[in-house]
């Protein structure tokens, strides 16, 4: 991992223009985040809306994200995954086509494809095909949006690939961790480890207690609507899973005992197919129609 100090990676006197897009349907919140001295953005983990029943697909909650790039007069510098999403097809493609920009995720990606290359006997995955997104973020590596300075950094655990995005003093942390109240991410898909994300989660909590945490998904409790901002502060000190005073193996046990009793996520199947090859759906054959592979008796 990156040797970058938290003074290096937060910029607490730069504050970016962050816009969020909740999908009920996903539980899933996209983000366009805006240069505030400039109109360049970047746009975070877009959602492409997906029908498990009738395999049909449609662009309702890419459009908004459009919508407001146009509406706004913005300029797309990247589109940035935070991981390759099990729970929802991305937009990028969709996205890019429309408004521009560079569709970035974490090197690791390619563990990503092979592991799940031999599942869906996906020939171009199990070589490893990174070159189907346009860059892939290091560990550490700074990046630009407009004037801004960003950071990614890697913090695995949820899958190997999975990155924070720290952007001024917002860290986009995908799944790795949820609201207070939620909680974290599972750590059982293949390529998870529980200890990972615990290290992961903790070296995101080691940013300054005011860094905003924008997370990529929200279940909230019964009496609470979803909600996506919170700081390092308040996950230190009310995380159900991870707050200060719970121990790396406090939290190795539980997680394993809690991902032991959950479902996959309904649509891991197609998102996966489809996320690792940056959300580009698979070629027609030759009677017109794509079509994506259901595994019998795998997951």
Same mark, same amino acid.
């Given at each position: 991992?990156?040797?970058?100090?938290?003074?290096?990676?937060?910029?607490?006197?730069l504050?970016?223009?962050?816009?969020?897009?909740?999908?009920?349907?996903? /539980?899933?919140?996209?983000? +366009?985040?805006? *240069?505030?001295?400039?109109?360049?953005?970047? !746009?975070?983990? #877009?959602?492409?809306?997906?029908?498990?029943?009738?395999?049909?697909?449609?662009?309702r909650?890419?459009d908004?994200?459009i919508?407001?790039?146009?509406?706004?007069?913005?300029?797309?510098?990247?589109?940035?995954?935070?991981?390759?999403?099990?729970?929802?097809?991305?937009?990028?493609?969709?996205?890019?086509?429309?408004?521009?920009?560079?569709?970035?995720?974490?090197?690791?990606?390619?563990?990503?494809?092979?592991?799940?290359?031999?599942?869906?006997?996906?020939?171009?995955?199990?070589?490893?095909?990174?070159?189907?997104?346009?860059?892939?973020?290091?560990?550490?590596e700074?990046?630009?949006?407009?004037s801004?300075?960003?950071?990614?950094?890697?913090?695995?655990?949820?899958?190997? /690939?999975?990155m924070?995005? +720290?952007i001024? *003093?917002?860290?986009?942390?995908g799944?790795? !961790?949820?609201? #207070?109240?939620?909680?974290?991410?599972r750590?059982?898909?293949?390529?998870?480890?529980?200890?990972?994300?615990?290290?992961?989660?903790?070296?995101?909590?080691?940013?300054?207690?005011?860094?905003?945490?924008?997370?990529?998904?929200?279940?909230?409790?019964?009496?609470?609507?979803?909600a996506?901002e919170?700081?390092?502060?308040?996950?230190?000190?009310?995380?159900i899973?991870?707050?200060?005073?719970?121990?790396?193996?406090?939290?190795?046990?539980?997680?394993?005992?809690?991902?032991?009793?959950?479902s996959?996520?309904?649509?891991?199947?197609?998102?996966?197919?489809?996320?690792?090859?940056?959300?580009?759906?698979p070629?027609?054959?030759?009677?017109?129609?794509?079509?994506?592979?259901?595994?019998?008796?795998?997951?």
């Amino acid at each position: 991992m990156s040797t970058l100090t938290r003074d290096d990676i937060v910029d607490l006197d730069l504050k970016p223009e962050v816009t969020g897009f909740f999908d009920p349907e996903t /539980a899933t919140i996209s983000y +366009v985040v805006k *240069d505030p001295n400039s109109d360049h953005c970047a !746009i975070i983990d #877009p959602v492409l809306d997906y029908d498990p029943v009738s395999g049909h697909t449609n662009t309702r909650s890419a459009d908004r994200l459009i919508r407001h790039v146009q509406d706004n007069g913005l300029e797309v510098d990247w589109i940035i995954e935070t991981h390759a999403h099990a729970d929802h097809l991305s937009a990028a493609p969709y996205v890019k086509e429309r408004v521009g920009g560079k569709i970035g995720i974490g090197r690791n990606i390619e563990t990503v494809q092979k592991t799940f290359g031999r599942i869906f006997n996906d020939e171009k995955a199990l070589q490893g095909s990174p070159d189907d997104f346009d860059h892939l973020f290091e560990d550490g590596e700074e990046y630009a949006i407009g004037s801004m300075r960003a950071v990614a950094l890697h913090t695995p655990g949820h899958t190997p /690939a999975c990155m924070t995005h +720290v952007i001024g *003093d917002a860290a986009f942390v995908g799944d790795t !961790i949820f609201m #207070p109240d939620v909680g974290t991410a599972r750590a059982d898909f293949p390529g998870g480890d529980a200890r990972t994300l615990y290290r992961s989660i903790r070296r995101i909590l080691s940013l300054p207690e005011q860094t905003r945490i924008f997370v990529c998904h929200d279940y909230p409790p019964k009496g609470r609507e979803p909600a996506w901002e919170t700081t390092v502060g308040e996950q230190r000190r009310k995380n159900i899973h991870v707050r200060d005073g719970l121990t790396e193996d406090e939290f190795v046990k539980m997680r394993t005992e809690r991902d032991a009793t959950l479902s996959l996520p309904r649509l891991i199947i197609p998102s996966i197919q489809v996320n690792i090859h940056a959300g580009k759906l698979p070629e027609p054959e030759d009677n017109g129609i794509r079509y994506l592979k259901v595994p019998l008796d795998t997951f």
